[in-house]
């Protein structure tokens, strides 16, 4: 430590130059080699990897999507290899299971084809009020949602053509719209499918801006007279009023039927509660409705949605949008990404600006920002480069936010302890200075950086993918801002000291002129002063007297808050798991959001379309349930890895099987569907293949014809395989692709096998009735499995549970990373303090901020989802910071009773630690007002953890140190000596100590610690002081005060004196011994005179006067801060 700080004291630039270049090297890479983010999908790394479930689903994905073209749906190398597009999408009969179709929110977007939808209409002979395209197609068409602005019924002839007016006016006139919407034959744009333009085609009117009360009235007629038969499911969208067609619907009025009006206003138009199937001689009351642009959603509409979005929310006199689905949220959220970029350029500059005044060094604050900028740019490097994980994932980027507000606080941490050693009269060594606040500063940032960076690492063991990514980088960063913290900000500050502070910038005897210097100095440093008179009063006197004085108080109110907390988070209302598979990526308040998550259950099409999805029951043979992609890389889906042992052409695999499929059809959970299932079972319908009739046909010779019998010979299996597939294809009852079940060939031979059901359990956000399914089919399969033959036993049960994978991992893994979180600052604290009690308190205080924080996110709504996951982990490592730094200064406070320790502790340590909790609090309430969720949900995090973690650290953590704290040495422990690891002629060895609390119990009695402050309180002090980093004059004449200080070397003869005593002097003895500290004081009070500050004579009178209390000399084996 001693040769570090002689480099950093006398070669500061050394230090600056070298992690200049490098940080200069690692931007060039940046920029040249390493691949810049790519964040055009943000639900990429949102999945687990290395489950039992999520390897399964990998496994079955590879399989069916042909991963790497090594698998067939055709037996025989003359067949080819055949692959099937992934991309497309069969709606089966009803004898079939549904193939390969996402859950999630239909892309209307991005895949659909406008020209294939155009061209689509062209072939309807028929022409009509709107353009011929079938209402199935509606969901590819960009909507809006519209709602009455004082939530009266939106069924009214005024609102229906203010919803008109709003589309003539303000949408069709976009740029974007002609451009792109579908057009009719005469290359006009089509009408909007929205309620006003059926009233409008109802009434025989051109447009629906004609549109009367009394055409509303009649539409209303007839929308009750037809609702029956649409709730009765009587009335389909292919009903035909033709009563020759094959469509014709009996028994339904055919002016309910006619153009389908009826069927679309209900289905697709108006919302579920406009009309009750129940409820007789209603009044017609819509709530919502929505228009159908004719534009296809997908990145040619982005401007339209960007152009509607930036209408003011009370755009429109009686009439709102609130919401809208142009399915474009991935083009989208690159923009809203870098956009909000800007917040955290505000939250920077607000931040810079309180690093300035409390450092009152521009310099510094510079520094402070190129030392952030560093680290998050080294960690990019060592992520990218020495890591080698190429996916980086958006929620990486919330790692910025948490380096400015840790970067800053040790940007305090670091200042408050250099004013300490600085305001110590008998050091005036700079080498010293650089030393000590290097051994006492350092030991507190390296702890409070070790814990954040600790409980980011625990969620490396995750297995999603972006929360480990997240995870890895930002404790990087933490780790590479501790370590610029303790190399380029110390050497810094000495080039401050030496060559860039006012002083050297500005000297009043050289020149009177005044320079920007000046009042980049000055403006800061009044500031300073004004606030320090305010803060003097909270920190020195108010805040400890109610500490204090309250403490029983604080003690029960704290502890029934943390006892509410552990009610709500675990008992009611409780935190959830999440409870939509839908992906958020904005805030709640915007238009597709809102969409998604409130007004998507309020059509009956978006329901049906949740009610249809059915679990598949798909039990798979012959390849491995296993993930061989890096788990770092959301597209790196590995390969499929094949079971050498799998055989089912062998008899006792047959009939093993057949019982399957027969023991599967008598489950509770399986559900017959009716019809022929050619596909589902592949050996039932095989061997009814193998056993009918010869014919004349060449492909139904012998073998593969006449056979007895249900099980069939190995070598005539493969035979008539290479038959019955092709038939399979050519069947038009059967859709057989890559995604239908049944046998897959690998160079002519059964590489795998997939029997496929349905079951009777629709699909569920309920993680308990999710958990229940599996856990039942996964059981009877594997009973099942028992009595396999070998070469069949290592099957394996999936279905579509990538939902419920993302649930049971976050519910299993959350609290385990929270464990290894919570024992790891335990041990940390520990040793730190090295004292028991206060490290049981520490813990104790830091649970309940735990408790009291998720309590607040609860009630606030929010659901054990990613980023909330990731969160709770995270609120470990920076909840104890604060609290730690308390408990760190009452363990060196040398005041004897638990009051006065307390006091000193509040009054010493107060600001520094307001100042922190503000810089944090300030970085996450700037981040609020972002459309990234991500950015807004850290920022409500830090906000609540911060103003909790404050609050307890303060008020209920020291009030159980002043009520049961330690008392002398009671339960403190120390380091060992290791006395002979040194030699026993060592030299002198300088052991002061630089506390940020300092004793006043020698000079006052304990019951005027508040009524006389200390002096040497840098933002509560009474005197106004000069720059924190600004030395006095007599250091340039080239010598600083001799330091006086205490030698516990042989030659001292000091070795009777005790650890822990207290060393006081009289204020006589210090003028007479040291009288070059006087000449010392009145030279630099001329020499600060630029600052203009008004400073009282500090004389020494003679030995009459009361004693006055010397910094105190605490001595420790080993001494931490």
């Known amino acids: 430590m001693t040769r570090y700080a002689r480099l950093i004291a006398h070669y500061p630039y050394v230090i600056i130059v070298s992690i200049l270049c490098l940080a200069v090297v690692c931007l060039v890479l940046c920029v040249t080699v390493v691949e810049l983010p790519n964040f055009q999908d943000p639900r990429a790394g949102f999945e687990p990897r290395g489950t039992d479930i999520a390897n399964r689903i990998i496994a079955y994905n590879n399989l069916v999507e042909n991963r790497n073209g090594k698998i067939s749906i055709k037996p025989g190398p003359k067949w080819g290899h055949h692959r099937s597009e992934p991309d497309t999408i069969h709606y089966i009969t009803k004898n079939q299971t549904r193939q390969r179709i996402t859950r999630s929110e239909r892309r209307l977007t991005e895949q659909a084809d406008r020209h294939d939808i155009e061209d689509r209409s062209t072939h309807h002979q028929k022409q009509s009020y709107f353009c011929n395209i079938e209402a199935s197609y509606f969901s590819f068409f960009a909507r809006i949602v519209f709602s009455s602005a004082d939530g009266s019924n939106l069924f009214t002839a005024s609102k229906l053509k203010e919803m008109c007016h709003i589309e003539d006016h303000h949408i069709r006139t976009h740029s974007?719209?002609?451009?792109?919407?579908?057009?009719?034959?005469?290359?006009?744009?089509?009408?909007?499918?929205?309620?006003?333009?059926?009233v409008a085609m109802l009434s025989g009117k051109s447009n629906c801006s004609s549109i009367t009360d009394q055409d509303v009235r009649k539409v209303e007629e007839l929308l009750r007279f037809c609702a029956g038969h649409y709730y009765n499911k009587?009335?389909?969208?292919?009903?035909?009023?033709?009563?020759?067609?094959?469509?014709?619907?009996?028994g339904i009025p055919k002016e309910c039927v006619e153009f389908q009006s009826v069927y679309n206003i209900l289905h697709h138009i108006a919302d579920v509660n406009f009309i009750h199937p129940d409820k007789e001689n209603q009044k017609l009351f819509l709530t919502y409705a929505i228009m159908y642009l004719p534009l296809v959603g997908g990145v040619d509409s982005v401007k339209l949605f960007q152009h509607i979005e930036s209408w003011p929310k009370d755009f429109g006199n009686e009439v709102r949008v609130t919401g809208a689905n142009f399915g474009i949220k991935g083009t989208l959220f690159s923009q809203h990404l870098i956009a909000d970029s800007m917040w955290l350029l505000v939250s920077g500059i607000i931040i810079f600006l309180v690093i300035w005044l409390y450092s009152l060094s521009i310099f510094i604050t510079v520094m402070t920002f190129f030392m952030m900028f560093w680290s998050l740019e080294i960690a990019y490097i060592l992520y990218m480069l020495v890591f080698r994980i190429g996916f980086f994932p958006y929620?990486?980027?919330?790692?910025?936010?948490?380096?400015?507000?840790?970067?800053?606080?040790?940007?305090?941490?670091?200042?408050?302890?250099?004013?300490?050693?600085?305001?110590?009269?008998?050091?005036?060594?700079?080498?010293?200075?650089?030393?000590?606040?290097?051994?006492?500063?350092?030991?507190?940032?390296?702890?409070?950086?070790?814990?954040?960076?600790?409980?980011?690492?625990?969620?490396?063991?995750?297995?999603?993918?972006?929360?480990?990514?997240?995870?890895?980088?930002?404790?990087?960063?933490?780790?590479?801002?501790?370590?610029?913290?303790?190399t380029w900000m110390p050497a810094s500050i000495v080039i401050y000291e030496k060559w860039c502070n006012c002083e050297k910038l500005y000297n009043p005897e050289l020149s009177s002129r005044k320079n920007v210097c000046f009042y980049?100095?000055?403006l800061p440093q009044q500031a300073y002063h004004k606030f320090s008179e305010c803060s003097r009063i909270l920190f020195e006197k108010l805040l400890p007297f109610l500490v204090i004085r309250a403490r029983f108080i604080w003690l029960v109110i704290f502890s029934l808050l943390g006892i509410l907390g552990i009610v709500v988070i675990f008992f009611y209302p409780k935190l959830k798991l999440p409870t939509s598979e839908k992906f958020q990526v904005f805030s709640s308040n915007h238009l597709m959001e809102k969409y998604d998550f409130v007004l998507n259950d309020q059509f009956w099409f978006e329901r049906q379309q949740r009610k249809q999805e059915i679990l598949p029951l798909r039990f798979v043979w012959g390849v491995k349930a296993t993930d061989t992609g890096?788990?770092?890389?959301?597209?790196?889906?590995?390969?499929?890895?094949?079971?050498?042992?799998?055989?089912?052409?062998?008899?006792?695999?047959?009939?093993?099987?057949?019982?399957?499929?027969?023991?599967?059809?008598?489950?509770?959970?399986?559900?017959?569907?009716?019809?022929?299932?050619?596909?589902?079972?592949?050996?039932?319908?095989?061997?009814?293949?193998?056993?009918?009739?010869?014919?004349?046909?060449?492909?139904?010779?012998?073998?593969?014809?006449?056979?007895?019998?249900?099980?069939?010979?190995?070598?005539?299996i493969m035979q008539c395989v290479p038959v019955y597939i092709p038939s399979l294809i050519n069947s038009p009852s059967v859709i057989y692709n890559s995604f239908t079940s049944g046998p897959r060939f690998t160079n002519g031979r059964f590489s795998a096998l997939i029997i496929e059901f349905y079951s009777n359990f629709h699909f569920t956000t309920s993680f308990h009735d999710m958990s229940n399914f599996y856990n039942k089919v996964e059981q009877f399969f594997q009973e099942k499995l028992k009595s396999a033959p070998p070469e069949v036993k290592h099957g394996w049960f999936v279905s579509e549970l990538d939902f419920f994978s993302l649930q049971k991992s976050l519910s299993e893994e959350t609290p385990v990373a929270l464990g290894i979180s919570l024992f790891i600052v335990t041990v940390v604290t520990f040793l730190t303090t090295l004292n028991v009690l206060i490290s049981v308190f520490a813990i104790v205080s830091i649970a309940f901020v735990m408790f009291v924080t998720i309590a607040a996110l609860t009630l606030l709504g929010w659901?054990?989802?990613?980023?909330?996951?990731?969160?709770?982990?995270?609120?470990?490592?920076?909840?104890?910071?604060?609290?730690?730094?308390?408990?760190?200064?009452?363990?060196?406070?040398?005041?004897?009773?638990?009051?006065?320790r307390v006091a000193s502790t509040t009054s010493k340590l107060g600001g520094v630690v307001t100042m922190a909790a503000t810089t944090t609090f300030l970085a996450g309430a700037l981040m609020m007002p972002s459309t990234v969720l991500a950015y807004q949900k850290f920022g409500t995090f830090l906000m609540i953890i911060i103003s909790i973690s404050w609050t307890y650290a303060v008020f209920f953590f020291q009030s159980l140190l002043c009520v049961l704290g330690p008392h002398g040495g009671f339960g403190q422990f120390h380091w060992p000596s290791a006395k002979f690891c040194h030699r026993t002629d060592r030299k002198h060895v300088d052991k002061t100590v630089y506390l940020t609390t300092e004793s006043s119990s020698g000079c006052y009695p304990p019951s005027?610690?508040?009524?006389?402050?200390?002096?040497?309180?840098?933002?509560?002090?009474?005197?106004?002081?000069p720059s924190l980093f600004q030395h006095r004059r007599s250091r340039s004449r080239g010598h600083y005060m001799k330091a006086h200080t205490r030698s516990d070397s042989p030659e001292s003869n000091n070795s009777e004196r005790k650890e822990s005593q207290v060393k006081f002097s009289e204020s006589c003895e210090i003028a007479n011994s040291s009288p070059e500290?006087?000449?010392?004081?009145r030279t630099s009070r001329t020499d600060d005179s630029v600052f203009k500050e008004s400073r009282a004579d500090n004389e020494v009178e003679g030995c009459s006067q009361s004693f006055k209390p010397i910094p105190i000399e605490i001595h420790f084996r080993e001494s931490l801060t």
Not at 409 to 422: E, G, P, Q
Not at 674 to 701: A, K, R, V, W
């Open 630 to 716: 890096s788990c770092l890389d959301p597209t790196d889906k590995g390969d499929i890895v094949f079971d050498e042992h799998f055989d089912p052409t062998t008899q006792e695999a047959q009939l093993w099987m057949l019982n399957f499929c027969q023991d599967l059809r008598q489950t509770d959970f399986y559900q017959n569907v009716g019809g022929f299932e050619q596909t589902n079972c592949f050996f039932e319908f095989f061997s009814l293949f193998m056993q009918q009739p010869c014919s004349l046909d060449f492909h139904n010779q012998r073998p593969c014809c006449n056979y007895t019998t249900s099980l069939i010979k190995p070598h005539d």
């Open 1008 to 1025: 005027s610690s508040f009524s006389e402050p200390s002096q040497d309180i840098e933002i509560i002090s009474n005197t106004p002081k």
């Open 863 to 900: 659901e054990l989802n990613i980023l909330e996951s990731v969160v709770i982990t995270v609120a470990v490592g920076l909840s104890i910071d604060l609290t730690l730094h308390v408990g760190v200064s009452f363990r060196n406070s040398p005041d004897l009773s638990s009051e006065l």
């Open 1077 to 1081: 500290i006087i000449d010392d004081k």
């Open 395 to 486: 929620m990486n980027l919330v790692a910025v936010i948490i380096i400015l507000a840790i970067g800053a606080d040790d940007v305090f941490i670091y200042c408050r302890v250099w004013r300490l050693a600085k305001s110590v009269r008998n050091n005036g060594n700079l080498e010293k200075i650089v030393s000590d606040t290097l051994r006492n500063g350092s030991v507190s940032m390296f702890v409070t950086s070790l814990t954040t960076a600790a409980a980011l690492y625990c969620n490396a063991f995750s297995s999603i993918t972006s929360i480990k990514c997240f995870s890895i980088y930002a404790g990087t960063a933490v780790l590479c801002n501790f370590i610029l913290v303790v």
């Open 234 to 250: 009587t009335l389909n969208p292919t009903c035909d009023t033709d009563q020759g067609s094959r469509y014709y619907c009996s």
């Open 520 to 522: 980049i100095c000055k």
């Open 176 to 198: 974007t719209f002609t451009a792109n919407c579908q057009t009719q034959s005469n290359k006009q744009c089509c009408l909007s499918w929205s309620l006003g333009n059926y």
